[in-house]
């Protein structure tokens, strides 16, 4: 069964670089690789996206490899805030349709 | 701008009862989808809805009911709530899921409790 895999959860500390890795094996050649963030008592909110190689904006950036097998998100020099969910989605063929494939997500702890 | 809004925030039930939980969304968007989380499960699909009229089922329909009478509203109907049923519920919304780079936006998430 297609599906993504994160770690369950990872911790760092305020002002340190913080890697999260999703292993995507069954994407679909033409989807997009994108990320969630959720806090607590909140929906997921759309953070990154991204094809391949590199994509940045003004809150992460976005790793692939050349085989989009798996997907690094890059959050540079995270606060408490960023404290929360991390969720990689990908899209697969499902017959004629696409489906959405969540992860169970990795949960981020940022320490003071 | 309001995005997706849900209704009510939380809601403490019985078993036995029936409750609908309302999505509003106002970007205009074709697709609205159910999901429910649960501690260890990630977020799995309900229903889903791909226009206005049409409904569709997800991952794990039993038990629910939905119905998309108007574009911008997608409502989930418990008739007979049961214990299982206790989740956050949350609704979504898209401009499609077959575009291959398209995002979803959530509401805030409803907290059911069934006892």
């Known amino acids: 069964l297609a599906k993504t895999t994160q770690p369950i959860s990872m911790d760092s500390y305020e002002g340190q670089e913080v890697n999260i890795t999703c292993s995507h094996n069954?994407?679909?050649?033409?989807?997009?690789i994108t990320w969630y963030q959720q806090f607590p008592s909140q929906g997921p909110r759309f953070i990154i996206q991204?094809?391949?190689?590199?994509v940045t904006n003004e809150v992460a950036s976005l790793f692939i490899p050349a085989d989009r097998k798996s997907s690094t998100l890059s959050l540079p020099r995270v606060s408490l805030s960023d404290t929360a969910v991390y969720y990689c989605?990908?899209?697969?063929?499902?017959?004629?349709?696409?489906?959405?494939?969540w992860g169970l997500g990795t949960s981020l702890a940022v320490n003071p | 701008n309001a995005g997706v809004t849900q209704t009510p925030k939380f809601r403490v039930l019985k078993t036995g009862q029936s409750m609908t939980l309302l999505c509003a969304q106002d970007?205009?968007?074709?697709?609205m989808y159910w999901y429910r989380q649960d501690p260890g499960m990630g977020l799995r699909l309900i229903h889903y809805?791909?226009?206005?009229?049409?409904?569709a089922k997800g991952e794990v329909p039993d038990g629910y009911n939905v119905s998309r009478l108007k574009k911008q509203n997608f409502l989930l109907g418990l008739e007979s709530a049961a214990p299982s049923q206790t989740s956050v519920y949350f609704c979504?919304?898209?401009?499609?899921?077959?575009?291959?780079?398209?995002?979803?936006?959530f509401g805030s998430g409803t907290q059911l409790s069934v006892l």
């Open positions: 979504a919304s898209s401009f499609s899921t077959q575009a291959t780079n398209e995002k979803l936006f």
């Open positions: 970007m205009n968007h074709e697709y």
């Open positions: 809805s791909v226009g206005e009229g049409t409904t």
């Open positions: 069954n994407i679909a050649t033409n989807d997009y």
């Open positions: 991204g094809y391949k190689t590199k």
């Open positions: 989605l990908v899209g697969i063929n499902a017959g004629n349709n696409r489906k959405l494939i």
